[in-house]
T-cell receptor, first 111, second 113 residues
Framework: DTAVSQTPKYLVTQMGNDKSIKCEQNLGHDTMYWYKQDSKKFLKIMFSYNNKELIINETVPNRFSPKSPDKAHLNLHINSLELGDSAVYFC??????????FGPGTRLTVT | GQQVMQIPQYQHVQEGEDFTTYCNSSTTLSNIQWYKQRPGGHPVFLIQ?????EVKKQKRLTFQFGEAKKNSSLHITATQTTDVGTYFCAGPGGSSNTGKLIFGQGTTLQVKP
């Protein structure tokens, strides 16, 4: 059973398009996260939800909007994609502030 | 703002050699976590250290948390090709208990057979 799953695994799109990434966890965790990993492998947190409530909202352009329909799901919608958005996006989950379990990642390429 | 720095950025070793990566935080940490990311993979949790001066071992991996709780290290004895990947340290960020982690830049380990 996959603990944290993300779809799609790869996303290739043109500048200006809108796209969504979905994440689901079956670990029963109460906190979920979105991270962006750039080409230099730097991992930066973007958002975090705890029990469907947004608790971390880092300095991220308004074009990025997370949504958590329930504790097990966290989606990321990106409007008007730009070249600089190309990266690997990881979803993660944790029980409170304990270790985080990462999904397989979504490699986004904007052309 | 709070920073977590890791050195070196890259390390190439011959199989069988030892490897160490160092992590330094600009602030005192309540705990530090270590993750490993294999090439093309996702970060996987290795360990969490909580106590000042704590040392934990996992087979050939030894993790240390500094006395001042501002630095940490990961030492691998007799590296194997399966150790290849990027090792990240991460400390809690911000003042509230949000689960936010500040990651170091990572140390990428290459092991030559």
């Amino acid at each position: 059973d996959t603990a944290v799953s993300q779809t799609p695994k790869y996303l290739v799109t043109q500048m200006g398009n809108d796209k969504s990434i979905k994440c689901e966890q079956n670990l029963g965790h109460d906190t979920m996260y979105w991270y962006k990993q750039d080409s230099k492998k730097f991992l930066k947190i973007m958002f975090s939800y705890n029990n469907k409530e947004l608790i971390i909202n880092e300095t991220v352009p308004n074009r990025f909007s997370p949504k958590s329909p329930d504790k097990a799901h966290l989606n990321l919608h990106i409007n008007s994609l730009e070249l600089g958005d190309s990266a690997v996006y990881f979803c993660a989950s944790s029980r409170a502030t304990y270790e985080q379990y990462f999904g397989p990642g979504t490699r986004l390429t904007v052309t | 703002g709070q920073q977590v720095m890791q050195i070196p950025q890259y390390q190439h070793v011959q199989e069988g050699e030892d490897f160490t990566t160092y992590c330094n935080s600009s602030t005192t940490l309540s705990n530090i976590q270590w993750y490993k990311q294999r090439p093309g993979g996702h970060p996987v949790f290795l360990i969490q250290l909580v106590k000042s001066g704590e040392v934990k071992k996992q087979k050939r991996l030894t993790f240390q948390f500094g006395e001042a709780k501002k630095n940490s290290s990961l030492h691998i004895t007799a590296t194997q090709t399966t150790d290849v990947g990027t090792y990240f340290c991460a400390g809690p960020g911000g003042s509230s208990n949000t689960g936010k982690l500040i990651f170091g830049q990572g140390t990428t380990l290459q092991v030559k057979p």
